[in-house]
Nanobody
Framework: QVQLVESGGGLVQPGGSLRLSCVAS????????MGWYRQAPGKQRELVASITSGGNTNYADSAKGRFTISRDNVKNTVYLQMNSLKPEDTAVYSC??????????WGQGTQVTVSS
């Protein structure tokens, strides 16, 4: 069983920055592929960014150039650095883990609100 706990969300003005963190426990973190997803009200959940166990990254077009996903295998943590935030980035951001045995786990999510 993998537990994922996100933090770092909050209210930020347009153009501002936030860094989300997701701490994982219950598995060999370095072997997990990790991802950040978001779901805005009335919309489907969508991939924001992902990172493989080897460190390869992938971004949604909306995140390219503004967001950076990274991982610290010592701290069992994956990060999402979000810069130049826009109102349309407002959503609940959730962390996803895919273990080496292909099991999928989700965190509870953290709210990000971009508003003036």
């Amino acid at each position: 069983q993998v537990q994922l706990v996100e933090s770092g969300g909050g209210l930020v003005q347009p153009g501002g920055s936030l860094r989300l963190s997701c701490v994982a426990s219950g598995s060999i973190f370095s072997r997990n592929a990790m991802g950040w997803y978001r779901q805005a009200p009335g919309k489907q959940r969508e991939l924001v960014a992902s990172i493989t166990s080897g460190g390869n990254t992938n971004y949604a077009d909306s995140a390219k150039g503004r967001f950076t996903i990274s991982r610290d295998n010592v701290k069992n943590t994956v990060y999402l650095q979000m810069n130049s935030l826009k109102p349309e980035d407002t959503a609940v951001y959730s962390c996803k883990a895919i273990t080496s045995s292909a099991r999928i786990y989700w965190g509870q999510g953290t709210q990000v609100t971009v508003s003036s």
